[in-house]
């Protein structure tokens, strides 16, 4: 099986292998003039879509606490197909949060922005796996989230506390990587500087930040996958 690991359930990991394949992914190649097509359909509703460069998983799978893989560089185009056509793709997505915990325990969300495709929706600051993520074709999940929380937080997380492993949620839709990074400040002061920092940026990528503060404090627009996350934090497993 391309995708062999538990769905629906949290994982706790101890190492990553996730490898960048050169060639195309076999999604990219067998479906590029139906990629086109939709491109051109997505960015009349949402002009400012970028094509970019993303990452598709041909395989991934759970051994040992591990997870190994392969992935693919494609264009955002190529995904934003995938993400309609996802079932028997041959294809799946992984992504990664760093689940930021602020002094007094709460979490600090983002509401993506009004012109981004997830636009409404509440989680970890967080972007697909890029190129430039990867160290000698093995991906580097750390980088990777503490470049996302810079790029639509501004926040540093460089020399935050983090957890002492990752864990991964599977599902049909995605499998989420996350981790805790620790700040050392209360959540209402972390809150202040994103929108500090949101206010600054003439094209700002979120909204603005979402503080919960306990297992049912669940804000509107929360994206699926956040639920168990939340709900895993304050259990206080580690």
């Not at 926040?155 to 620790?182: E, K, P, Q």
Request: proline share 5%.
């Amino acid at each position: 099986m391309n995708f062999d690991l538990p769905r629906n359930v949290i994982l706790p990991v101890d190492a990553i292998d996730v490898r960048l394949d050169s060639g195309p992914h076999p999604f990219a190649r067998e479906n590029a003039e139906a990629i086109a097509e939709n491109w051109q359909r997505e960015i009349a509703v949402k002009p400012a879509l970028f094509d970019g460069t993303v990452v598709l998983l041909s395989q991934l799978a759970y051994r040992d606490n591990r997870l190994v893989g392969r992935c693919h560089a494609v264009n955002y185009s190529t995904f934003m197909l995938w993400r309609k056509r996802r079932e028997n793709s041959g294809a799946e997505h992984a992504y990664a949060h760093a689940m930021l915990v602020a002094g007094d325990n709460a979490l600090v969300a983002i509401r993506m922005g009004s012109h981004t495709v997830n636009a409404g929706r509440v989680y970890f600051a967080a972007g697909s796996f890029e190129p430039d993520d990867f160290r000698d074709g093995q991906v580097d999940v750390d980088f990777n989230m503490i470049r996302e929380v810079r790029e639509e937080t501004g926040l540093d997380l460089s020399a935050a506390r983090r957890g002492v492993r990752w864990h991964a949620l599977s599902t049909t839709r995605g499998t989420v990587i996350f981790r805790r990074y620790h700040v050392d400040e209360p959540a209402d002061e972390i809150a202040r500087r994103i929108s500090a920092f949101v206010a600054s940026e003439t094209d700002p990528e979120i909204d603005g930040p979402v503080i919960i503060r306990h297992a049912g404090d669940l804000p509107d627009g929360l994206a699926l996958h956040m639920k168990p996350l939340i709900e895993w934090h304050f259990s206080g497993v580690d």
